[in-house]
């Protein structure tokens, strides 16, 4: 097991800070898991980790992900009976992150704000993937990801690329990376305003598998 302690910071949002009805201990458990999905977007980390690194039980920590789950906070994704991640839920801390700034050198403050945005980032990013339908080059889409400026939420940016597999084949849709390079969230907006039996004032025609096909085709089917 990998046992090195991460070295950026933890964050404990005000909602999950003064939380009357979680206990100490499982705030903590808090600010690791942030600390640890700083990288990934979720954190791996097994119960025997959390209590070799604060020297407790491997029950204590049990208890305290039970509490932090139950209160919304995280949700548990299980691979398998040695493996599982654990995503915070963004909806479920109010604002995001707020700072938490240890020591008052500037330095640690931007370091701060730094692994913040990164941890915003990268829990934003894993909603955008787990939701589309074409998952090409993960890591390009990430780098892509961090760099758009959009005021969609990442549900929304998702659902706007996959309405591309509703006009065309599933071979021509781009990969992520690039669709979030170019800004293509916008066109798909104009899609969504056009019916569906039209794309830009052109009307479509489909085969009946929901295809997009030629006019010609479509009259020879027909």
């Known amino acids: 097991m990998n046992r090195n302690k991460p070295n950026y910071y933890g964050i404990i949002p005000a909602s999950v800070r003064y939380d009357p009805e979680i206990p100490h201990f499982a705030k903590l458990i808090y600010a690791e898991i942030s600390a640890l999905s700083n990288k990934e977007g979720f954190c791996w980390a097994s119960n025997d980790y959390f209590a070799y690194v604060f020297e407790t039980t491997a029950r204590t920590v049990q208890r305290a992900i039970e509490a932090l ?3 919304g906070y995280i949700r548990r994704h299980i691979e398998n009976k040695t493996s599982r ?14 700072n938490f700034v240890m020591g008052t050198n500037d330095k640690k403050v931007v370091h701060n704000n730094t692994s913040n945005n ?20 993960k890591n390009d889409a990430r780098r892509a990801f961090a760099k758009i400026k959009c005021d969609l939420k990442p549900e929304e940016l998702a659902e706007r690329y996959n309405m591309q597999f509703n006009t065309k084949d599933a071979k021509y849709v781009p990969y992520p990376s690039r669709w979030l390079r170019n800004e293509s969230w916008n066109e798909s907006a104009d899609e969504e305003r056009t019916p569906n039996n039209f794309y830009r004032g052109e009307k479509i ?18």
């Open 69 to 71: 789950e139950a209160r």
């Open 85 to 98: 991640k654990i995503y915070i839920n963004m909806t479920e801390v109010s604002p995001p992150y707020d």
């Open 118 to 137: 990164n941890i915003n980032n990268n829990i934003a990013f894993e909603k955008f993937w787990n939701i589309i339908k074409k998952k090409k080059n």
């Open 205 to 222: 025609y489909r085969d009946e598998k929901g295809f997009i096909i030629s006019k010609e085709e479509h009259d020879k089917l027909n």
